[in-house]
């Protein structure tokens, strides 16, 4: 006995699905032939993926649905008329990218003036004025760090050199004056243990600080470097440049961030040398 001397719902049935099963899946093909005004099985490939798009887009068959509805139609075409249909639904995927979150400049000094602790505050600053990743800003050396040139070397994890970057002279100042109070540090940044910075530490007193701000968004650490790709880019800085400045090759990486300047013009800031950010530091 062949495929087509059984009703499709029989074909269903003998399949081990239930009687339930079977009646949905009769009910999703029927649907469409009505829709087509046709018989079904001719139907081409490109014809019942449209159909299908149409249908769940139109909120016909939820989404939660959507695996039953390509089975259904995988086994009407392909098991029952012996088709060799593709029928591989995806959900249009969303084509506008998300704008990573970031701090306009007032709400970057609204951050930094509920900061206590002159370490944690350096650590930010220094964060956000270079672009620094949380991994990278705990993991700087002493010996990667150049008091005369101010600047500090940055190595990937085979010891290889991936950019040099000039420490603004506010942070350059402060870091020569916490050095004279402790020679033997490994890390530029330790606790009073002398121990380095750890990441999850970092994210503790990020939250703390964030939550007095009462700034209604959601960010992570992230969000200084996130600011300071923002704000060059609005500054008008070189994408080639600024990409060297970040360590990273793929010019795609800024497609996530937006490439043209605010509407409003106070919450654009040209760099400065972070004094401001750093005005209750002694």
């Known amino acids: 006995m062949n495929n087509q001397e059984l009703s499709f719902t029989q074909f269903v049935l003998s399949k081990g699905h239930t009687l339930c099963t079977a009646n949905k899946f009769k009910i999703f093909i029927t649907d469409y032939a009505a829709t087509i005004g046709g018989l079904p099985q001719n139907a081409d490939e490109e014809s019942v993926l449209t159909y299908m798009v149409v249908m769940l887009t139109k909120g016909d068959f939820h989404l939660n649905k959507k695996g039953s509805f ?26 506008e990218t998300k704008i990573p979150d970031y701090f306009i400049y007032p709400e970057l000094l609204l951050f930094f003036s509920k900061m206590e602790d002159d370490m944690y505050k350096m650590i930010f600053a220094l964060m956000y004025l270079l672009g620094l990743k949380p991994g990278e800003v705990v993991n700087i050396e002493i010996k990667h760090y150049n008091e005369k040139l101010k600047s500090i070397l940055f190595v990937n994890k085979i010891g290889v050199l991936s950019r040099k970057l000039n420490i603004p002279n506010p942070i350059a100042l402060l870091i020569k004056k916490d050095r004279k109070r402790s020679l033997n540090k490994k890390y530029l940044f330790e606790d009073k ?71 409003n013009i106070n919450t654009i800031r040209v760099f400065t040398d972070g004094a401001d950010l750093l005005d209750t530091i002694h």
């Open 70 to 95: 390509v089975k259904a139609f995988d086994m009407f075409f392909n098991q029952y008329h012996n088709r060799n249909l593709k029928i591989c639904f995806k959900t249009p995927k969303n084509t």
């Open 193 to 263: 243990h002398q121990e380095k910075i750890s990441v999850k530490l970092l994210e503790q007193h990020f939250k703390t600080i964030f939550k007095k701000t009462h700034i209604l968004k959601k960010v992570t650490l992230q969000v200084f470097r996130n600011s300071y790709i923002e704000h060059q880019i609005e500054s008008g800085m070189d994408k080639k440049i600024l990409l060297s400045l970040l360590g990273v090759n793929n010019l795609r990486y800024l497609s996530y961030y937006r490439l043209k300047a605010l509407n």
